[in-house]
């Protein structure tokens, strides 16, 4: 198994671990944001995913954005989600992998991001005007229908996005409404959003889950039943919920009433499996009992790159592995910054990951600098951590007094890829007089860290795996650097009054190059000064799909679109 992940990062026990709202944003902007970094291979048939064909990790990776185009339909597909059986299906809860690969397919949102792109595009939003800095008003598409036959209306919109300001509900988006005033209908087709203060950032937010849309009637009715297994949930996507089998299975049906022609389903049903054992979906995979998979575990990619029963694909990612201090030494900035300086990022990169990615600089990767890049990437560039320094770093430690408290690595119990790190850390951390020791966590005690509900006692340090939902680098460090409840990874009360400052600045400007500008700022004191967090790596987004079937996209924004309704029949 690999890291497990939690809501905005994954369910404990699967493969990663991840912020428990999601990350990315943009405004105004959301239909004119330049696609920036875009990799090659969009629409390419190839699947060839290695120059050298080799199965090594030092040969190079080749990115690709989607696999071929289908050219017939298929009766029915089984599909497995790596990070296991959601917890609900509703989408104010959907904030990790399982439940979003899910309802991507189930719920139509405000705006999606397109896979291929990676760019925001309209779906139940046509038009957003914005008549001054604290108004945006919605147009919302006529003509959709829920799959029991009801018209959408404003009123379904203003009831879903207003659930996420219920504090009762715990929605794991709360933090990107944090500046939102009111959500009215003013129009049977008309939603209007009052903000605090400008923020750019929430309007980016409606194309990933924080925009989904369910019948405000159905959710009334259920209470607190809606998106269990019993009685599912009431969108209008291209996909209808048929059933979910607690421990077995989750089926959905396609929508045969969609108002979107351009993504009417190939395939009539997915069926959705939760094996989160890598070897036995590895094995399913291989005989066919498993017809494909996102988030491909990293032990599992020499198999499935030399099979000739399927196809594996690497995309670009906006996901990241960082280290998340909670507690005792790591609570000093000068120890954290220390460790980050000696750890061989590139070890882990190629040796725990197969090569499917790259040593990491910040919390915030490349992939995600969907403006004013070159000023992005240049100040990344200059983040500590892309060589090693054990003479600083130990100049450092005397700094900080020498302690000899040992650093405790709480690691997820039988998580191969997570031991394997904490190894090349704990050797690290030797070199530079660090004393590390590896204690094996039960998936509820690592679960509740990546959800932000605790942190077990004399656990210093955990692997974190989170992700941006939206291009915008604004989006993830107010879960580091706000103190908790809403900044839940936020454990060692980091606080910067400059960085905060700058951060709220930002998320207030539309001028990019000055949005930029003051994140850099910002980054340069979290991230360079501070090291509220460690950063690891910078990870590839890993697919596998089996002959008979194409269309899907590979890179790491799938979830923020219906992707399912892309596949169908590769012959």
Same mark, same amino acid.
């Given at each position: 198994?690999?890291?497990? #992940?939690?809501?905005?990062?994954a369910s404990?026990?699967?493969?990663?671990?991840g912020?428990?709202?999601?990350?990315?944003w943009r405004?105004t902007?959301?239909?004119?944001?330049?696609?920036?970094?875009?990799?090659?291979?969009?629409?390419?048939?190839?699947?060839?995913?290695r120059?050298?064909?080799?199965?090594?990790?030092?040969?190079?990776?080749?990115?690709?954005s989607?696999?071929?185009?289908?050219?017939?339909?298929?009766?029915? !597909?089984?599909?497995?989600?790596?990070?296991?059986?959601?917890l609900s299906?509703?989408y !104010?809860k959907?904030?990790?992998?399982?439940?979003?690969?899910?309802?991507?397919?189930?719920c139509?949102?405000?705006?999606?991001?397109?896979?291929?792109?990676?760019?925001?595009?309209?779906?139940l939003?046509?038009?957003m005007?914005?008549?001054?800095?604290?108004?945006?008003?919605?147009t919302?598409?006529?003509?959709?229908?829920?799959?029991?036959?009801?018209?959408?209306?404003?009123?379904?919109?203003?009831?879903?996005?207003n659930?996420?300001?219920?504090?009762?509900?715990?929605?794991?988006?709360?933090?990107?409404y944090?500046n939102? #005033?009111?959500i009215t209908?003013?129009?049977?087709?008309q939603?209007t959003v009052?903000?605090?203060?400008?923020?750019?950032?929430?309007p980016?937010?409606?194309?990933s889950?924080?925009?989904?849309?369910?019948?405000?009637?159905f959710?009334?009715?259920?209470?607190?039943?809606?998106?269990?297994p019993?009685?599912g949930i009431?969108?209008?996507?291209?996909?209808?919920f048929?059933?979910?089998?607690?421990?077995?299975?989750i089926?959905?049906k396609?929508?045969p009433n969609?108002?979107?022609?351009?993504?009417?389903?190939?395939?009539?049903?997915?069926?959705?499996? /939760?094996?989160?054992?890598?070897?036995?979906?590895?094995?399913?995979?291989?005989?066919?009992?498993?017809?494909?998979?996102?988030e491909v575990?990293?032990?599992s990619?020499?198999?499935?790159?030399?099979?000739?029963?399927?196809?594996?694909? /690497?995309?670009?990612?906006?996901?990241?592995?960082?280290?998340? $201090?909670?507690?005792?030494?790591?609570?000093n900035?000068? !120890?954290?910054?220390a460790?980050?300086?000696?750890?061989?990022?590139a070890a882990?990169a190629?040796?725990?990951f197969?090569?499917?990615?790259?040593?990491g600089?910040s919390?915030?990767? $490349?992939?995600?600098?969907?403006?004013?890049?070159?000023?992005?990437?240049a100040?990344?560039? #200059?983040?500590p951590?892309?060589?090693s320094?054990?003479?600083?770093?130990?100049?450092?430690?005397?700094?900080?007094?020498?302690?000899?408290t040992?650093i405790?690595?709480?690691?997820?119990?039988g998580d191969?890829?997570?031991?394997?790190?904490?190894?090349?850390?704990q050797?690290?951390a030797?070199a530079a007089?660090?004393?590390?020791?590896?204690k094996?966590?039960?998936?509820?005690?690592y679960g509740?860290?990546?959800?932000?509900v605790?942190?077990?006692?004399?656990i210093?340090?955990a692997?974190?795996?989170?992700?941006?939902?939206v291009?915008?680098?604004l989006e993830?460090?107010?879960?580091?650097?706000?103190?908790?409840?809403?900044?839940?990874t936020n454990?060692?009360?980091?606080?910067?009054?400059?960085?905060?400052?700058?951060?709220?600045?930002?998320t207030?400007?539309?001028?990019?190059?000055?949005?930029?500008?003051?994140?850099?700022a910002?980054q340069?004191?979290?991230?360079?000064q501070?090291?509220?967090?460690?950063?690891?790596?910078?990870?590839?987004?890993?697919?596998?799909?089996?002959s008979k079937?194409?269309?899907?996209p590979?890179?790491?924004a799938?979830?923020?679109?219906?992707?399912?309704?892309?596949?169908?029949?590769?012959?």
């Open positions: 198994m690999a890291t497990a #992940k939690s809501p905005r990062g404990a026990g699967s493969q990663k671990t912020p428990q709202v999601r990350w990315q405004l902007v959301l239909l004119t944001l330049l696609t920036v970094g875009l990799v090659a291979g969009c629409g390419s048939s190839s699947h060839s995913t120059t050298g064909g080799s199965s090594s990790s030092s040969s190079s990776i080749r990115l690709v989607t696999t071929p185009t289908p050219t017939g339909t298929l009766s029915s !597909i089984t599909w497995d989600l790596p990070y296991g059986e959601p299906l509703d !104010i959907a904030d990790y992998y399982s439940p979003q690969t899910i309802d991507a397919n189930l139509d949102q405000l705006y999606w991001t397109n896979p291929v792109t990676q760019t925001p595009e309209p779906d939003a046509t038009s005007s914005h008549p001054n800095p604290l108004t945006l008003i919605y919302i598409r006529q003509g959709v229908h829920f799959w029991d036959g009801h018209l959408l209306t404003a009123t379904d919109v203003a009831y879903s996005l659930r996420n300001l219920n504090p009762k509900l715990g929605s794991g988006q709360a933090l990107f944090r939102v #005033k009111s209908a003013t129009g049977p087709f939603v009052k903000l605090i203060r400008p923020d750019i950032v929430f980016e937010e409606l194309a889950n924080s925009g989904f849309v369910a019948e405000a009637a959710m009334k009715k259920e209470g607190s039943a809606f998106g269990n019993k009685v009431m969108c209008s996507g291209p996909y209808e048929e059933s979910w089998t607690p421990g077995n299975q089926v959905i396609a929508n969609y108002w979107n022609k351009a993504l009417e389903p190939k395939v009539q049903t997915v069926k959705f499996d /939760f094996i989160t054992s890598t070897s036995a979906l590895t094995a399913g995979l291989l005989s066919g009992g498993i017809d494909g998979t996102y575990p990293q032990s990619i020499p198999e499935l790159e030399s099979t000739s029963v399927g196809h594996l694909y /690497f995309g670009a990612s906006s996901q990241v592995d960082v280290m998340l $201090p909670l507690a005792g030494p790591m609570a900035p000068l !120890i954290r910054k460790l980050s300086l000696v750890i061989d990022r882990i190629k040796t725990v197969g090569g499917a990615a790259q040593p600089l919390l915030v990767p $490349p992939d995600v600098f969907a403006y004013d890049a070159s000023s992005f990437q100040a990344y560039n #200059k983040l951590g892309a060589s320094d054990v003479a600083e770093a130990k100049a450092l430690i005397r700094q900080a007094g020498s302690p000899k040992p405790t690595f709480g690691y997820l119990a191969q890829q997570q031991l394997e790190t904490g190894t090349i850390l050797s690290n030797d007089g660090l004393t590390m020791t590896l094996p966590l039960t998936s509820a005690q509740n860290i990546t959800t932000g605790s942190s077990p006692p004399g210093d340090l692997i974190y795996a989170g992700y941006n939902l291009r915008e680098p993830e460090p107010p879960y580091f650097i706000t103190p908790r409840p809403l900044g839940y454990y060692i009360g980091y606080s910067n009054r400059t960085v905060t400052n700058d951060l709220n600045l930002a207030e400007t539309q001028n990019t190059q000055k949005r930029a500008q003051l994140y850099i910002a340069a004191i979290y991230q360079g501070d090291t509220a967090v460690i950063p690891l790596v910078n990870l590839n987004e890993v697919s596998f799909g089996n079937l194409t269309g899907f590979t890179q790491f799938y979830f923020e679109y219906p992707w399912a309704a892309m596949l169908g029949a590769a012959h």
